[in-house]
């Protein structure tokens, strides 16, 4: 198992037949129109997150919409923690050409970016984790208590705004040259509207009725949005200045357990940075990781194979403590 994603070593330049351009929005540089819109996208969600409590004080929600909630939060956290981060990022396990569609779909419906951007951004943050270079580091501004809190901000939201964006050509040669993931990136603008639209489809067709559309807007698009955005976020921010370290790595990456369960298994963070193409990120007995519960599931379907299981000698290696299970 490899500690570097293999994918940084490809070729800097697609080829000349499909231009990086074909495989984002935008050029190398955000405009005001797309930091106007990457806004809009942060801040309505998380005006329906606030409004939540006094809402669901008032008139509650219904288990539809809780219902819904929850199916599109878990699968578009999923298409992000098996899709864009553990399979197209880190290539932890190879996929039938099926499940590497749904895989790009899934985790496009979580309104997180294009594909071919995401992946690009994020192996970068590899690369130069938490060093300069890394897109989104808690520590950029230094170790101070004010510098963190500022770093933790830039780490959350403030590094979406930066008008600088990652080469893609560098970072994710391989997703350029596949038309059919160049072309879902592209057309992210698409499967946004789809995301937020569907809950309210369904929402609406079950009870028949305006009001159940509004509702499951609010809770199944809006606050599942909100939910699903911070708690990634968070990955990038909290899992990067608190936390265990019981593995080896070359940067600040921690164990956050309250984030396993919202995060799909993603929060147990430093045995990622010490194993990144590992398919499975907690490791032991009781850590919960769903993304590698399903990856396990794919592969006893014939879906997904070559997985890349972190192996026991592996761990050893690696580890600053006793394993929990043997302590």
């Not at 600088?164 to 946004?192: H, N």
Request: with cysteine; proline share 6%; net charge positive.
């Amino acid at each position: 198992m490899s500690t570097q994603s293999e994918v940084l070593d490809q070729p800097a330049n697609p080829p000349a037949a499909q231009p990086a351009a074909a495989g984002t929005l935008g050029g190398e540089r955000k405009g005001t129109l797309e930091k106007a819109t990457l806004g809009a996208f942060i801040v309505v969600p998380f005006l329906a997150l606030l409004a939540a409590v006094p809402l669901l004080w008032g008139w509650g929600v219904s288990w539809l919409d809780l219902g819904l909630l929850v199916f599109f939060y878990y699968l578009g956290i999923h298409g992000i923690t098996i899709g864009f981060h553990r399979y197209f990022t880190h290539g932890s396990f190879k996929a039938k050409r099926p499940l590497r569609i749904a895989l790009a779909l899934a985790g496009s419906l979580a309104v997180e970016g294009p594909l071919v951007r995401w992946v690009a951004d994020h192996r970068k943050h590899h690369k130069f984790s938490d060093a300069e270079g890394d897109p989104h580091s808690p520590w950029r501004y230094g170790e101070s208590v004010p510098a963190l809190m500022k770093g933790l901000w830039w780490a959350h939201i403030g590094w979406m705004f930066d008008e600088e964006r990652t080469s893609q050509e560098k970072y994710a040669p391989d997703l350029l040259k596949d038309g059919a993931t160049r072309v879902i990136s592209k057309q992210f603008i698409m499967w946004t509207a789809l995301s937020l639209l569907l809950p309210a489809l369904i929402g609406g067709l079950v009870t028949w009725s305006w009001w159940g559309a509004v509702t499951a807007f609010f809770w199944g698009s809006l606050i599942r949005v909100a939910l699903a955005h911070h708690v990634t976020w968070s990955i990038n921010s909290i899992c990067h200045a608190v936390g265990k370290h019981p593995f080896k790595s070359r940067d600040r990456s921690g164990n956050v357990w309250w984030l396993a369960l919202l995060s799909g298994g993603e929060s147990w963070h430093n045995l990622h940075h010490a194993e990144p193409t590992s398919a499975r990120h907690g490791v032991e007995r009781w850590q919960l990781d769903s993304s590698a519960r399903i990856i396990r599931w794919f592969e006893q379907l014939g879906w997904a194979y070559d997985v890349r299981w972190p192996t026991p000698e592996r761990l050893a290696a690696r580890r600053t403590e006793p394993a929990a299970d043997a302590a």
